[in-house]
């Protein structure tokens, strides 16, 4: 070794201890600077895993109250923000929408939503946009919605005759009792499936005129076991999505092989209706009105725009947001009614007013004039929204939210269960009064976000609207309701993305005997 190499390797190896230590200490110095968010102490690899404790948005609600309205965690390596006030979720969703507009790209989603590709979990982006634009001016414009008001209207009328027959089958003057979670989410999922392709799956597949046939079919019972095991595995706050890849991988609770399962399940079943229309159509039948006629219209006008795998995405995320949101709403309004009988009284008396004579069943086109059953729809919206966190959205850049620094890539999480019953916004807010919602003024300046706000704010809140007033207004119109005794109904809230009731509401029934007629009668004399 000449005198020249060993020189330069003695400054090498003086010198390279000296430029690491310069680099820590300036990530050091990085770091001192900026301000993160509050957090409780994290362990090492899970983080704050150990934290899952269920339902999530009350656990983070706790954790709030110790830590602030913003406060960071980390879900096994990802980094968490949790915003809890209207202040900082109007600063993430309103000043730094586009900085928060991407999800998180969580593993079971990639699975689930064909690799990230439905709307609810695409990052912002072209794809996104023209996703979101084929959404709503093929599927969800104010004309679709109103095209598809005959089948919600049907299915709630199906489901009410289903109640009388039930009720007169009983005895006892015409009083029954009725479990309502399962007859709720039978009826949404048949909305659901008559919007997507024309389909009934519960009850009789005659147009709903027998919603208490049995249908034994493998393909009904298919479905069931599939729309089941759906809402099982993309309703709740899975650990699986936050494990090191190197333990996903091994799966040792199998979660992922039934993830792959319920996507290739999926894949085919909606393949198999996609086929169905394309056959009809191509006898020269014209498409149906149907989301997936609507679809394959637009794709035969141009097969790029619109792939049988975009048709996939559309028909999945229907599936997944219109069904159980809306049933539990229901649940959780039903639920407040009977345990505020008078507001329950209010809202029959408005119906009543409104319809006249002679009598017929509530309309569509009879909503908008309701205005004290829309204030119990928002009320009950404000006190268990949809989702009390929010579908998680994603940090792209860096940003400042109340004074603290958050790096890209930070997965966000608004506390709207928090933020709806914060007592400095909302007057009382534990307590279920829909007339804060009668004057548009008494609500100016509190955030209300049951949807969402910004650029990922629910394009379907309208179609949404409109199922759950059918459905709400049809059961107060035709029945009267009791508690099964004296208690209040359990109002404890589970686990999951949309947060439904731990123990589902059962409840009495009796058939008004002014709509008596219309429950029994043909679909026709309704």
């Known amino acids: 070794m000449d005198i020249w190499n060993a020189t330069a390797l003695i400054t090498i190896l003086l010198l390279g201890p000296l430029l690491a230590l310069a680099r820590a200490s300036r990530r050091r110095g990085a770091t001192a600077r900026r301000r993160s968010p509050p957090g409780p102490m994290a362990l090492p690899v899970i983080g704050h895993l150990h934290l899952f404790k269920k339902p999530l948005h009350r656990t983070l609600a706790r954790l709030a109250a110790r830590h602030g309205a913003v406060f960071q965690l980390r879900f096994g390596s990802r980094r968490v923000l949790v915003v809890s006030s209207a202040d900082a979720a109007t600063q993430c969703l309103g000043t730094h929408d586009v900085a928060f507009a991407d999800r998180p790209q969580l593993p079971s989603g990639g699975i689930l939503s064909y690799d990230w590709s439905t709307m609810g979990t695409a990052s912002y982006g072209p ?9 709503v001016a093929e599927i969800l414009s104010a004309l ?3 095209e598809f008001a005959d089948v919600h209207e049907r299915e709630a009328r199906a489901m009410a005759r289903a109640l009388y027959r039930t009720a007169a089958a009983a005895g006892g003057g015409g009083r029954a009792r009725v479990e309502l979670k399962t007859r709720l989410f039978q009826l949404l999922m048949n909305a659901m499936m008559g919007m ?15 919603a208490d046939a049995v249908e034994v079919s493998e393909e009904v019972l298919w479905f069931r076991q599939m729309v089941e095991e759906t809402m099982e595995l993309t309703g709740v706050s899975t ?22 399962r319920l996507r290739e399940s999926r894949t085919r079943f909606l393949q198999g209706l996609i086929e169905e229309e394309r056959k009809e159509m191509d006898k020269g039948a014209p498409a149906r009105r149907t989301m997936i006629g609507v679809l394959l219209t637009l794709q035969n006008k141009d097969p790029e725009a619109c792939p049988d795998k975009l048709i996939h995405t559309l028909c999945i995320s229907s599936l997944e947001a219109g069904s159980s949101t809306s049933a539990d709403t ?15 009284e209010k809202a029959r008396q408005e119906i ?85 919602f009668e004057n548009e003024k008494s609500t100016e300046g509190k955030i209300f976000i049951p949807f969402g706000m910004g650029r990922r704010r629910c394009p379907a809140e309208n179609l949404g609207m409109q199922m759950v007033g059918l459905v709400l207004g049809t059961m107060i119109q035709c029945f009267d309701w009791e508690r099964l005794g004296e208690d209040l109904v359990d109002m404890a809230d589970g686990s999951g993305l949309t947060a439904p009731k731990v123990v589902p509401l059962e409840a009495l029934y009796e058939p008004r005997a002014f709509v008596t007629h219309l429950l029994s009668g043909t679909k026709q004399s309704i």
């Open 127 to 135: 794809y996104w946009r023209r996703v979101r634009r084929i959404a």
């Open 144 to 146: 679709r919605v109103q």
């Open 196 to 210: 997507i392709c024309a389909r009934r799956y519960y009850g009789s597949g005659g147009g709903g005129d027998d």
């Open 239 to 260: 650990l699986w999505d936050f494990l090191p890849a190197w333990a996903r991988w091994l799966d040792v609770d199998g979660m992922g092989r039934r993830l792959w």
């Open 330 to 344: 229901v649940e959780w309004a039903m639920s407040l009614l009977l345990n505020n009988p008078p507001v329950l």
């Open 352 to 436: 009543d007013a409104y319809i006249g004579q002679p009598v017929r069943l509530i309309a569509a086109t009879d909503l908008p004039k309701l205005h004290y059953l829309w204030c119990i729809i928002m009320e009950t919206l404000r006190l268990h929204p949809p989702t009390p966190l929010l579908v998680p959205h994603e940090s792209s850049t860096d940003c400042t939210v109340d004074g603290f620094d958050i790096p890209k890539g930070t997965m966000l999480l608004v506390n709207t269960f928090v933020i709806h019953r914060d007592p400095e916004l909302w007057d009382e807010p534990e307590k279920f009064i829909p007339e804060r």
